[in-house]
């Protein structure tokens, strides 16, 4: 309850995640040591995965770091 800042941010979090990595992909969430973070799980090659995450930050992210209080990330995982 006292995160409940990051529901409307984890909401709109998958269109702007799909709007860079395309539909090919699923999400998850993970909390480590109260973080919570976004894994997505794609089918691209760590070079371009990398290039995405870098894409992904510059688009979405960094316009919410100021409202996630340090409670949020992401990060891109290859499919298994």
């Known amino acids: 309850n006292?995160?409940?800042?990051?529901?409307?941010?984890?909401l709109e979090a998958p269109e702007h995640i799909r709007k860079v990595f395309g539909d090919d992909i699923n999400l998850f969430l993970e909390l480590e040591d109260n973080e919570l973070f976004i894994i997505i799980k794609s089918k691209y090659m760590s070079e371009k995965a990398v290039k995405l995450e870098e894409k992904l930050f510059d688009e979405w992210f960094i316009g919410?770091?100021?409202?996630?209080?340090?409670?949020?990330?992401?990060?891109?995982?290859p499919y298994k």
């Open 2 to 10: 006292k995160n409940d800042f990051l529901i409307d941010i984890l």
């Open 64 to 77: 919410i770091m100021d409202k996630i209080d340090g409670k949020l990330n992401f990060m891109e995982e």
